[in-house]
């Protein structure tokens, strides 16, 4: 895919999208009634706490996201990273370009520079990750629990499990996981979600930006005359 990457183009990542946090509802209503504007969506994963193309109760518990989201594509570009608790989405999302796990980082342009864009766990240097990763976006294994799925039972419990389950956290270390991430992207721009961190750094000559967590700052990230803006929700 050649992709340029357009002025005022907005980032937004990892908003786990559940019952208690629904600032990506709030997000994608202002989206649509233009009290925030832009031509271009970067989602950049984790926008839902779990979905996947399989997934019927998933499906029709976040349906009115799901809707708004293919309602907005009718007229914004959207790209969306799937991330590790969204995959599978292209049979939701037909309007929107899905950038697979297996095909980030995916390089675009922006201002004649070269951009590498990805969810951010990939180049984690884990095969056992990359096999878990593998077997859980199988979907003849997933249409399989959907079938021994009785009562949603399967599904309940993963989604209670993670309706409470703590995403804010400032990493300490970050600084030194961003030196070795940027060291495998062939690119003058890095931009990554996964971590929540929202940080930006220059590194060897490459400059790295981390998109906050929409649900732990309130964030999302405008690109506008080479500045990555934070604006609040």
């Given amino acids: 895919m050649c992709l340029k990457i357009q002025e005022n183009a907005l980032f937004v990542a990892d908003s786990h999208y559940n019952e208690r946090r629904d600032e990506f509802l709030v997000f994608l209503e202002k989206l649509r009634d233009s009290s925030i504007q832009t031509t271009q969506l970067f989602l950049m994963g984790d926008m839902f706490d779990f979905i996947s193309g399989e997934s019927k109760y998933f499906i029709k518990r976040n349906q009115k996201v799901i809707n708004l989201i293919n309602s907005i594509a009718e007229t914004v570009e959207?790209?969306?990273?799937?991330?590790?608790?969204?995959?599978?989405?292209?049979?939701?999302?037909?309007?929107?370009?899905?950038?697979?796990?297996?095909i980030q980082p995916l390089y675009a342009t922006y201002n004649e520079k070269k951009v590498g864009l990805s969810h951010g766990?990939?180049?984690?240097?884990?095969?056992?990750?990359?096999?878990?990763?593998?077997?859980?976006r199988n979907s003849v294994l997933l249409k399989f629990l959907n079938l021994i799925d009785f009562n949603n039972s399967i599904s309940k419990k993963i989604y209670y499990t993670l309706l409470d389950k703590k995403i804010?956290?400032?990493?300490?270390?970050?600084?030194?996981i961003v030196k070795r991430r940027v060291e495998h992207y062939d690119c003058e721009i890095v931009i990554e979600g996964h971590f929540h961190q929202g940080d930006e750094f220059q590194v060897n000559h490459k400059r790295y930006k981390n998109i906050p967590s929409l649900s732990c700052s309130q964030e999302y990230t405008r690109l506008e005359n080479n500045v990555f803006i934070?604006?609040?929700l």
């Fill in 230 to 232: 934070g604006e609040r």
């Fill in 78 to 102: 959207i790209i969306y990273f799937e991330g590790n608790h969204d995959y599978n989405l292209n049979i939701i999302f037909p309007n929107v370009k899905v950038i697979k796990r297996e």
């Fill in 121 to 136: 766990d990939i180049f984690v240097n884990d095969k056992f990750y990359d096999l878990y990763c593998k077997v859980i």
């Fill in 168 to 176: 804010c956290s400032k990493m300490t270390n970050f600084d030194k």
